[in-house]
């Protein structure tokens, strides 16, 4: 009976290392930076990326460098959490390497600073390489106050935003995900995009 079960397994496993390796995702390994305002989440993600659970965080001021191994895509993730704070805002530029890839999180219920994180994105991608794909993720979708996502993407001008990357390099990606890592929710299907530009 065990023999039974173990040749299923090792056949369950095959199979699944086949799809991974259908998918481009298997033996992955790639880097991540996290971005946006203070309070969109950032270290909250990472955390939960981590351990699966939520704990609170003070305002990260140093960056912070962990490697996540990502179970959906089997992919292996190195993510640098950074502050999103005005003062170290300046940092980010230095992990904006060429090998890594961006998720800028953003506070989906806080209306007053969603023009703010506009403004940071945009000046963000002004000065990025286009072929750093970016994902922006609207974090906090659990609140009752969560913005739609059309509402969100008029004041992030996003059309505007992915026109100007393109008409820059036809190739370059962006795309957005609705996500709460609270509930668990949204952030494993932006893994898995962003997966396929590492
Ligand atoms: N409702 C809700 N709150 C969240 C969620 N994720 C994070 N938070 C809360 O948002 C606040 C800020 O979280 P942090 O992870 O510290 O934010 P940060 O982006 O790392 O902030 P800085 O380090 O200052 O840049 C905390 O009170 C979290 O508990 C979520 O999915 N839903
Ligand atoms: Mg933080």
New binding site residues.
């Given amino acids: 009976m065990s023999t039974y079960l173990s040749a299923f397994w090792s056949s369950v496993s095959a199979l699944v290392s086949r799809l991974l390796e259908t998918l481009g995702l298997q033996g992955k390994e790639g880097s991540i930076v996290l971005l946006?305002l203070?309070?969109?989440?950032?270290?909250?993600l990472l955390h939960r990326l981590q351990t699966d659970t939520i704990r609170?965080?003070p305002?990260?001021d140093r960056p912070t460098e962990s490697a996540v191994a990502i179970q959906l895509g089997g992919i292996q993730f190195r993510v640098t959490d950074l502050?999103?704070?005005e003062a170290v805002r300046h940092l980010w530029s230095d992990y904006l390497t060429e090998n890594a890839a961006v998720l800028f999180?953003v506070d989906a219920a806080d209306a007053v600073r969603l023009e703010e994180a506009a403004y940071e994105l945009d000046a963000l991608l002004h000065t990025l390489d286009t072929n750093i794909a970016v994902c922006v993720l609207l974090?906090?979708c659990?609140?009752p106050v969560a913005m739609s996502t059309a509402t969100i993407l008029q004041i992030l001008e996003w059309g505007r935003l992915e026109q100007e990357r393109k008409s820059k390099d036809a190739d370059s990606a962006m795309a957005i995900f609705r996500i709460?890592?609270?509930k668990g929710e949204g952030y494993s299907e932006a893994f898995r995009w962003i997966g396929k530009y590492l």
């Fill in positions: 946006g203070d309070n969109a989440g950032k270290t909250t609170s965080f305002p990260t502050g999103g704070h999180v974090n906090k659990d609140l709460s890592v609270f």
